[in-house]
């Protein structure tokens, strides 16, 4: 009797935070409207924004240093209160949502990966989890998990201390932490930073992936040529706002990256595959 109250209790629960629905193809899943974000002493990082995340799609985040990429990211994963204007997740203002409503409908990659204990691996990403803790999704964990050390291919870590770990081990762990949440909206910030070639192509074919099943992905680049490649929509930011947002093609011009890198850049098609190529111009 205890274990079917228990049970009954914990769907109660779960059914009250607001377990979230699969958002639909095309659904805007993140919106900022006229946002401006400050930093330390009031100084104003961006001004103005208004962008849209949308179901089953990639957004990349593009721009030079300082430009405030990873400053967006934050304030649209609720990490920053804006100066002013408003960010929606799931149609409601963040201030709304309880830290464990956010945590079930979108899902945050920092840069920096540190932990302050010598969990494991697995342990870590195991805490992907605990948002759907006494939820009827806490019965799927040990699939989340075991999919999500596959995916990044960290299996073989499983058992090491996260602290022991490799810059790239460790941000590839961090990423399985991401996937094991199984939300809505994936924020990802530099996820390719500190990875090989061949890990960072398969980290944005499990973006691509976690996308075309119908998720949100938000993805901080510096690699133009990669946000050409694997992106739906790509967003400039410069001097505090967004010069530009659309399809790379729209968007990943000669004479726009020209003027915002400060540095010739060449756009053009692959010869044989007729993808778009972004390269700086090499004197």
């Not at 659904?27 to 330390?40: K, M, S």
């Not at 805490?127 to 995916?151: Q, V």
């Not at 739906?232 to 915002?260: C, K, M, S």
């Amino acid at each position: 009797m205890t274990t079917l109250l228990t049970r009954s209790l914990d769907r109660l629960l779960g059914r009250a935070h607001g377990v979230p629905p699969h958002p639909a193809p095309g659904e805007v899943t993140l919106r900022a409207r006229a946002v401006a974000v400050d930093r330390g002493a009031g100084r104003r990082i961006l001004t103005d924004v208004d962008l849209e995340v949308v179901a089953g799609q990639i957004l990349a985040l593009v721009g030079p240093n300082g430009a405030g990429k990873s400053t967006l990211l934050a304030a649209l994963a609720g990490e920053l209160e804006p100066a002013s204007g408003a960010i929606e997740l799931d149609g409601r203002p963040l201030r709304e949502w309880t830290p464990v409503d956010m945590a079930r409908r979108r899902a945050v990659l920092p840069q920096t990966h540190q932990v302050g204990f010598p969990f494991t691996a697995r342990d870590v990403v195991a805490m992907g989890r605990s948002p759907w803790a006494r939820t009827p999704a806490a019965e799927h964990d040990e699939r989340a998990i075991a999919a999500a050390l596959a995916a990044t291919d960290v299996e073989h870590l499983a058992a090491r201390p996260f602290p022991a770990l490799s810059g790239g081990e460790r941000a590839r762990v961090a990423l399985a932490r991401v996937l094991a949440q199984q939300t809505p909206t994936l924020l990802l910030d530099e996820p390719t930073a500190a990875l090989d070639l061949g890990h960072q192509e398969q980290v944005l074919r499990l973006a691509r992936d976690r996308a075309a099943a119908g998720a949100a992905v938000v993805v901080v680049l510096h690699d133009l040529g990669v946000a050409a490649a694997y992106a739906d929509r790509v967003a400039v930011l410069h001097d505090g706002g967004i010069a530009a947002a659309g399809t790379p093609r729209e968007v990943l011009r000669t004479e726009l990256l020209t003027r915002v890198y400060q540095h010739p850049v060449e756009v053009f098609d692959h010869p044989v595959t007729g993808a778009q190529l972004v390269l700086p111009v090499r004197r």
